[in-house]
């Protein structure tokens, strides 16, 4: 996820840092095992997740952070950190990778995609959020 410097005008994103149920989260894009795979080795090695994943406070649609939900997941966990957002904050912005398969999303689509469970490829969304969201490592026997 980057992070820039500044605050736009309009709403504030006001991220709140939250324990979630697991099942509450809603992907709007799918994995890549390699990715995932990996992460699942190193979150298994460390005992801990360091990064909450970036979630969307109505319907709670997964912004970023789509392979440590799954990580997650398939440890057996049934809580995951994240920080809450509201989208439609003019501090939160959305755009493509540039070897998505797409090359334009809007913060519209993210949310039909996550209510309706018709996934984007992995990596095609890059949200960026003009607040500094701090790594706040948990215990992963505090996500079981």
């Known amino acids: 996820m980057d992070v820039g410097a500044g605050i736009a005008g309009g709403a504030l994103v006001n991220p709140s840092l939250e324990l979630l149920d697991i099942d509450e989260l809603r992907p709007h894009e799918r994995t890549r095992p390699d990715l995932l795979n990996a992460l699942i080795a190193e979150i298994k090695r460390d005992g801990k997740l360091k990064l909450p994943i970036l979630v969307e ?38 755009t493509t990778w540039p070897d998505a398969s797409v090359d334009h999303v809007t913060k519209e689509e993210v949310l039909e995609r996550g209510r309706t469970g018709n996934l984007l490829p ?18 992963l026997r505090d996500l079981m």
């Open 57 to 94: 406070r109505s319907h709670h649609v997964i912004l970023d952070g789509h392979h440590r939900h799954e990580a997650l997941r398939a440890l057996g966990c049934v809580r995951v950190p994240s920080y809450v957002v509201d989208y439609f904050s003019e501090e939160v912005g959305v």
């Open 122 to 139: 992995p990596k095609t969304t890059r949200h960026l959020v003009k607040v500094k969201l701090e790594e706040s490592p948990v215990s």
